[in-house]
Nanobody, 123 residues
Framework: EAQLVESGGDLVQPGGSLRLSCTAS????????MSWVHQAPGKGPEWVSA????????YYADSVKGRFTISRDNAKNTLYLQMNSLKPEDTAVYYC????????????????WGQGTQVTVSS
């Protein structure tokens, strides 16, 4: 059974940092384009960042560009999101998701979707 499990979410003060991880199992992780998507309370999902199966390229939403870094370790079947200079508006549940040739907010377009990890940025 294919599964994505996120971890690393926490309560952090504005300006702080967190590193999220997403471990994949049950499918060939290295063959899939991976994304981070977040959803804030009362709002729809928002695409954050993506890294395609071909290593070396990364994409970011304007709201996180320069602050967040996505990376992947195909040998460990793990996706990461390094989050620096966190802001209160980054507060959300963060999900990792797998698709082929898609980056966006539509959950139905992803083949695999994790259970999420809560990030709260507050003083």
């Amino acid at each position: 059974e294919a599964q994505l499990v996120e971890s690393g979410g926490d309560l952090v003060q504005p300006g702080g940092s967190l590193r999220l991880s997403c471990t994949a199992s049950g499918f060939t992780f290295g063959n899939w384009d991976m994304s981070w998507v977040h959803q804030a309370p009362g709002k729809g999902p928002e695409w954050v960042s993506a890294t395609p199966s071909a290593l070396g390229r990364t994409y970011y939403a304007d709201s996180v560009k320069g602050r967040f870094t996505i990376s992947r370790d195909n040998a460990k079947n793990t996706l990461y999101l390094q989050m620096n200079s966190l802001k209160p508006e980054d507060t959300a549940v963060y999900y990792c998701a797998a698709a082929k040739g898609y980056y966006g907010t539509s959950r139905s377009r992803y083949d695999y979707w994790g259970q999420g990890t809560q990030v709260t940025v507050s003083s």
